[in-house]
């Protein structure tokens, strides 16, 4: 049996918050699927019970952006980075923040993740 890691359950005081699995995301777990020859291509991080419109701005410590990524999907809250920038180069090991805009009401959630490779 294969146990993948993942958001704890929504309790009622975080209903409605973003979150990300895994975090921290460590590189070469079994939570990746690569394929021979394409190591930085099967990597993925997932962002979990997202507004159905939203973007997401992945940031570093430093404000600069590193991927934006949209969401636009009403029945399924759930969207994955393959862990690339926007200019598909693979990123540093080190902390990130994201930024979730939700489209219909201008609300903001912010939050951290890791990347150890």
Known sequence: IRVYPGP???????????SVAPNPYRAGSEFDNFREGQREFGRRIW????????????????????????????????????????TGRAIASGLYVYVVENAADGSVQRGKLVVIK
Request: with cysteine; proline share 8%.
């Open 47 to 86: 962002f979990t019970n997202l507004p159905p419109r939203c973007s997401i701005r992945v940031f570093t410590v430093a404000g600069d952006l590193v991927r934006s990524l949209e969401h636009d999907d009403p029945r399924d809250g759930k969207l994955a980075w393959d862990v690339l920038s926007d």
């Open 8 to 18: 704890a359950p929504v309790a009622a005081s975080s209903a409605g918050r973003v």
